[in-house]
């Protein structure tokens, strides 16, 4: 009894069951709500075209300290690695031997000086005596003559004075141009010429940041400018920013100063420079940055979240959209350039259709949601750099 008992139990309850489905299946409330996605409106915009480009730091201006005269180096005046200005004395060669020659250069002088009012004297003497017709007039022509040889001895020996003065002068070896200054390369008591490097100085303050560009991207910029989907930048008006190794910002705008005419026939890559300001120090030679270089304006673009962004498995584009009904739809579209975190759409999207930025991974076409505004996470990073050609789409 207790056997049959639990059978008629267990039949009941299998009746219950069934009797329950067709309830539920027969109440349209009983079906799941909507998935709830959070959705941006697209809309036209202009956008900036920021390439980043790979670059290095070099100096403004670099100069090598080299002597002017010979001789032996009896004192270094500067700190390596400290800052000089213009002017600046930084060795100091033995002046004695150029003291001598100054004071042998001044006798000169003396004895020239002498000579020639010898000569005066006798010119004007011979001139008198010629207009009492004394004296015939080739004594007066001799007598100007040697006057005039007189005349150029002075100016000889004064020329001759001023040199000396000058290698005086150059004994002490100053800086010829304001920056840093780096290690010394001759010590006290060294031999010195013309020929020998003491140290070298580099102004810092600002810096130029050489970097280069392919042949291929300014082509399609170009052709994109005159198809009219990008607007030109002059040179006056061109954003430059760096970008350190790190991924971090410099916080210092630079302007680009030229870019070059002709193209590198090894690397098919284009030179161009731009100056930044370097008040801090943390810019220095050789050091390998990233520059971001404003080159145009692309007009009346749609750009949506790259994580609205989807790939089938033959790698094409997709997005969800959202129907006026509230039903979704997969669709293809096809993206351009990367700007901050976003794609251009440059095929497939229209202004004003409500594009599903997240919880699509809950839908599928045809689903009814219920949408919301999305609100972007502010600690988002954002890089500003493309990662394809104006004017270009992605490959699909």
Do not use: H
């Not at 020996?157 to 141009?177: D, F």
């Not at 001759?186 to 003491?198: Q, R």
């Not at 750009?303 to 293809?332: H, K, M, N």
Request: proline fraction near 6%.
């Amino acid at each position: 009894m207790t056997v049959l008992k639990w059978f008629r139990y267990g039949v009941a309850a299998v009746g219950l069951l069934a009797v329950s489905a067709q309830a539920l299946a027969a109440d349209p409330k009983a079906t799941p709500p909507p998935v709830t996605v959070s959705i941006i409106t697209t809309q036209k915009e202009d956008l900036p075209i920021m390439n980043e480009l790979p670059g290095r730091i070099a100096p403004m201006r670099i100069a090598e300290v080299r002597p002017r005269v010979s001789g032996i180096v009896i004192e270094r005046v500067f700190t390596q690695g400290s800052l000089v200005n213009e002017g600046d004395v930084l060795y100091r060669i033995d002046p004695e031997p150029f003291k001598v020659q100054v004071d042998s250069a001044k006798a000169t002088l003396s004895r020239a000086k002498a000579a020639q009012l010898r000569a005066r004297q006798q010119a004007d003497r011979q001139r008198e005596l010629r207009e009492r017709n004394i004296s015939s007039s080739q004594q007066l022509e001799e007598a100007v003559a040697a006057l005039a040889q007189a005349d150029a001895d002075v100016a000889a020996a004064e020329a001759n004075l001023k040199a000396a003065q000058l290698n005086l002068q150059y004994t002490e070896v100053r800086a010829p141009i304001s920056g840093r200054i780096g290690r010394a390369l001759i010590t006290e008591g060294a031999l010195v010429s013309s020929a020998d490097k003491l140290a070298t100085i580099q102004q810092l303050d600002p810096v130029y940041a050489d970097f280069t560009q392919s042949v291929n991207e300014l082509r399609a910029l170009r052709r994109a400018v005159k198809e009219g989907t990008v607007a030109s930048i002059s040179e006056d008006e061109v954003k430059v920013q760096l970008r350190f190794d790190d991924g971090s910002e410099y916080p210092y705008p630079g302007r680009l100063l030229f870019s070059e005419v002709t193209v590198d026939t090894t690397t098919g890559q284009v030179i161009m420079r731009g100056q930044f300001p370097n008040p801090e120090g943390d810019l220095l030679p050789g050091m390998y940055v990233r520059v971001l270089l404003e080159q145009g304006i692309q007009r009346d673009v749609i750009a949506i979240p790259q994580q609205a962004v989807q790939r089938d498995p033959s790698g094409r584009s997709q997005v969800y959209v959202v129907r006026s009904d509230g039903t979704v739809e997969l669709r293809t579209v096809r993206t351009g350039r990367v700007t901050g975190n976003r794609w251009v759409i440059e095929e497939g999207l229209a202004e004003g259709e409500r594009v599903v930025v997240e919880g699509f991974q809950k839908i599928r076409p045809g689903a009814v949601v219920n949408a919301q505004a999305w609100k972007q996470d502010p600690n988002q990073p954002t890089r500003t750099a493309n990662r394809a050609d104006p004017g270009q789409g992605s490959p699909q």
